[in-house]
């Protein structure tokens, strides 16, 4: 396939991360000054397979965890992710990385949080038998030679540092982050050199009681409904995306929908599903593509797993940053 020919070769084409559809599920993804938001220990889990419908697929699996702790004055996360595209994984990108949040109350009712993440980052490319270069193609039968006339790089692996910023601000019914990624911007190619473009994120959204008492149970075990308004707007490359949600929660179910777009062309639809009981929560959702690609990509889906531990005692009353769950 002609994947691997676009990644090694085109220098200067800067990469986009990984557009995860249940943005709260995967917090220390969207901003790492969600860590210790919690408060009690918090452990998320994700698998996205992106277009399944192309040869040359998305695969990302990402596991993290984080905690409130007293005596830092904030919290502290720790994120793994790896990323497969193409046929068997021909470019895989692994991702380790830690962070500290240190929290703050602004006033009685606002409280603000403001992280750095530092990450090891992996680049590896898979020369196999899967990879397809212009050298070779035969003009009548096609791909018919090998990889012995390919110039390949001298080294299939690259490591790097990279380097994240978040603050997150919220009230008793709002809640505002932003968001700067790859701030140190490292090469991630292996012939010339070609830069992660650093991300922007912001994010805000609010919580609206339908019934404006207070939440309870009902003689069905639904908690009062809660809608929650939300935006995410996320700046990468030179290229611009808007996500425009909103989610119904009626614990113990959460549904959702949301509408992705860039400046000219509409992206796709995404339709979320989930249940979460004490400390326990899944979700799903499913990206329906609008964009010329619609008839290929078959779509994206995304599973999520989250547990929330029990809270830790605290010498003084924590407050959690309230923020949804999917």
């Not at 750095?116 to 680049?123: K, M, Y």
């Not at 908690?223 to 929660?249: M, W």
Request: net charge neutral.
């Amino acid at each position: 396939m002609l994947l691997g020919v676009m990644l090694l070769g085109a220098a200067g084409v800067g990469a986009q991360d990984i557009p995860y559809s249940q943005f709260y599920a995967n917090p220390l993804y969207l901003n790492p000054a969600f860590a210790g938001s919690a408060v009690a220990p918090r452990i998320a889990l994700s698998y996205r397979a992106q277009w399944p419908g192309l040869v040359s697929a998305y695969t990302t699996v990402s596991a993290s965890w984080d905690q409130y702790f007293e005596d830092l004055h904030g919290g502290v996360g720790a994120i793994i992710m790896t990323d497969r595209q193409g046929d068997h994984g021909i470019l895989s990108t692994n991702m380790l990385g830690a962070m500290y949040a240190f929290h703050f109350q602004l006033t009685r009712d606002i409280r603000m949080s403001a992280a750095l993440q530092a990450s090891v980052v992996q680049n590896a490319l898979n020369v196999s038998n899967y990879m397809r270069f212009p050298s070779m193609i035969d003009p009548e039968l096609g791909f018919v030679y090998g990889l012995d006339g390919v110039q390949l790089p001298d080294k299939t692996s690259r490591i790097s540092l990279d380097f994240n910023a978040g603050v997150l601000v919220s009230g008793n019914k709002w809640y505002g982050g932003l968001a700067v990624s790859h701030l140190t911007q490292p090469n991630q190619a292996f012939y010339s050199e070609d830069r992660v473009p650093m991300k922007i994120t912001v994010h805000g959204g609010g919580f609206i009681n339908v019934a404006e008492e207070a939440r309870r149970q009902s003689s069905l075990g639904l908690g009062t409904p809660i809608i929650s308004p939300n935006l995410v707007y996320q700046y990468q490359g030179g290229l611009h995306y808007f996500n425009y949600g909103v989610y119904l929660d009626w614990v113990p179910f959460i549904v959702g929908v949301w509408f992705r777009h860039g400046v000219k062309n509409a992206d796709a639809f995404i339709f979320q599903a989930g249940f979460q009981q004490d400390f326990f929560k899944v979700g799903y959702s499913y990206d329906v593509t609008v964009s010329k690609l619609a008839n290929s990509t078959a779509g994206s889906h995304e599973l999520t797993v989250g547990f929330l531990l029990p809270v830790p005692e605290h010498k003084k009353r924590v407050k959690a940053i309230r923020c949804p769950s999917f």
